[in-house]
């Protein structure tokens, strides 16, 4: 393999000119004290030695650096991708560069995102915390104490003034269910997800809540909380579902990966959806109106959450850290398809 060719630096530029290296800077800058011809020569011989400048040094001296750190859980699926591209949408037109992670829902990786990025100078971090990060918290007061703006988005951690951005997960999962309640259905199972997460959280609460203002009972046998987000976990948690209660006649599921698995299980049983079980669950990712029948989901506004998260950085970033920030909820969109129409209605649509 080839040696990594050595980059070339301002006092190479200096050495080859015969010129002092803050000479070659301001002329590299443009600066008004130093002559055409010098700014001239110092420029043809940057681009023949094929000369970069070293940001992360600028951006220590001038203690900024324009860019914006965001940390995901993974960049699996539809929904975090599409809210980085509203977070990528806003920051580039403000001018900002944006560094992405991923924790890959490992606390000790999140940690060490954080210190990476705090290195890098990075003016803000936007984040989403993984689902091994509870109850830890001591990494974002770390952010906190340097004096870096800290927005977080969908998940959020139980830490005061925090300043976040999530969707109304207990209102989608109410209007879901009472979709559900609405076809008929009166026998409705929940795949609930890891219940210290937020999202996961409200959402398992929107379910119960919208049983009882129906007039319907809820029943432990019902729920079943996910251990993971996978296709896998939805499997085993339809099976264990259906050999709890075999009349389940609805299904709220909180994430849509573990829904296929779920959707899998019910055509093995024999199960029809919708005609036998009405099925709805979050979120829209562009699988679920591929799917058979295609699935009614609520949609999570991915990439307004993205574009919201910036602007808190930027009212944040201009107010200073006196500024008591916001906790803004976006509203859900219920998608209607026919995976819920439990009683054979033709009629789709949404309700907000």
């Known amino acids: 393999m080839a040696a990594k060719k050595q980059q070339t630096s301002i006092r190479d530029l200096a050495r080859q000119l015969n010129l002092s290296t803050s000479t070659v800077s301001r002329a590299l800058a443009n600066h008004h004290e130093i002559s055409e011809a010098t700014k001239q020569r110092v420029r043809s011989l940057a681009q023949e030695l094929s000369y ?34 509203g977070i990528e949408k806003v920051a580039t037109r403000e001018g900002f560069n944006v560094m992405m992670c991923q924790s890959n829902e490992d606390l000790r990786r999140e940690q060490r995102n954080i210190e990476t990025l705090l290195d890098t100078q990075v ?12 109850p830890e918290v001591q990494h974002f007061e770390q952010v906190r104490r340097q004096g870096v703006p800290l927005v977080f988005f969908d998940r959020v951690p139980e830490l005061p003034q925090s300043m976040a951005v999530v969707l109304d997960d ?4 109410y209007q879901a269910v009472s979709h559900l309640i ?24 929107g379910y119960r809540e919208a049983l009882r203002a129906h007039g319907l009972a809820y029943d432990e046998r019902w729920l079943y909380p996910l251990p993971m987000l996978t296709h896998e976990a939805g499997r085993v948690g339809m099976q264990h579902l259906l050999a709890q209660d075999d009349q389940l006649d609805g299904l709220f599921a909180a994430y849509a990966i573990p829904t296929v698995g779920a959707l899998e299980v019910l055509r093995e049983h024999s199960r029809r959806v919708p005609q036998d079980l009405a099925l709805a669950c979050f979120s829209n990712e562009p699988f679920t109106a591929m799917t058979q029948p295609q699935l009614t989901v609520i949609d999570q506004r991915a990439e ?35 995976s819920s129409l439990h009683q054979s209605q033709e009629r789709l649509g949404t309700w907000q």
């Open 123 to 134: 003016e803000g971090i936007l984040m989403s915390v993984s689902a091994t990060t509870h």
């Open 52 to 85: 970069r400048p070293n940001q992360l040094a600028a951006a220590l001296r001038k203690g900024h650096s324009q860019t914006l750190g965001v940390i995901v859980p993974h960049i699996k699926g539809y929904f975090f991708p599409a809210v980085l591209n």
């Open 182 to 205: 609405a076809q008929g259905c009166t026998r409705i199972a929940h795949l609930a997800g890891p219940q210290h997460l937020n999202t996961s959280r409200n959402r398992c609460l």
């Open 170 to 173: 207990f209102q989608g999962a």
């Open 304 to 338: 307004q959450m993205g574009e919201t998260a910036v602007r808190l950085f930027l009212q944040l970033h201009k107010r200073g850290p006196a500024y008591t920030p916001p906790h803004l909820i976006l509203k859900p969109e219920l998608i209607i398809r026919n």
